[in-house]
Nanobody, 114 residues
Framework: QAQLEESGGGLVQTGGSLRLSCRLS????????MAWYRQVLGKQRESVAN???????DYAEFVKGRFTISRDNLRNTVYLEMNRLEVEDTAVYYC????????WGQGTQVTVST
């Protein structure tokens, strides 16, 4: 059964950086587009960034120029490099396979403090 496992979150100050990782197991990673999402407690989950199987990328307007999505097909892993973090980026971050999608993983908490 395909599974998603996110990691790399933490507590960081405004302006800091974090790198999130998401490993997909149980299915052929390389053929799938991948995406990062985030959810603030009490609000709907929102899309943050997408990367196709051919590594074309797309970003939500609120992270353009600050976040970078990438993938390593040998490691079955998608990354989210987050720079110039803002308090508003505080959320639980999840990854998924948009064309499937799979059961959500546990996510990884990102907290940005002033």
């Amino acid at each position: 059964q395909a599974q998603l496992e996110e990691s790399g979150g933490g507590l960081v100050q405004t302006g800091g950086s974090l790198r999130l990782s998401c490993r997909l197991s149980g299915t052929h990673f390389g053929v799938h587009g991948m995406a990062w999402y985030r959810q603030v407690l009490g609000k709907q989950r929102e899309s943050v960034a997408n990367i196709t199987s051919g590594s074309l990328t797309d970003y939500a307007e609120f992270v353009k120029g600050r976040f970078t999505i990438s993938r390593d097909n040998l490691r079955n892993t998608v990354y989210l490099e987050m720079n110039r973090l803002e308090v508003e980026d505080t959320a639980v971050y999840y990854c998924n396979v948009p064309e499937l999608p799979l059961p959500w993983g546990q996510g990884t908490q990102v907290t940005v403090s002033t």
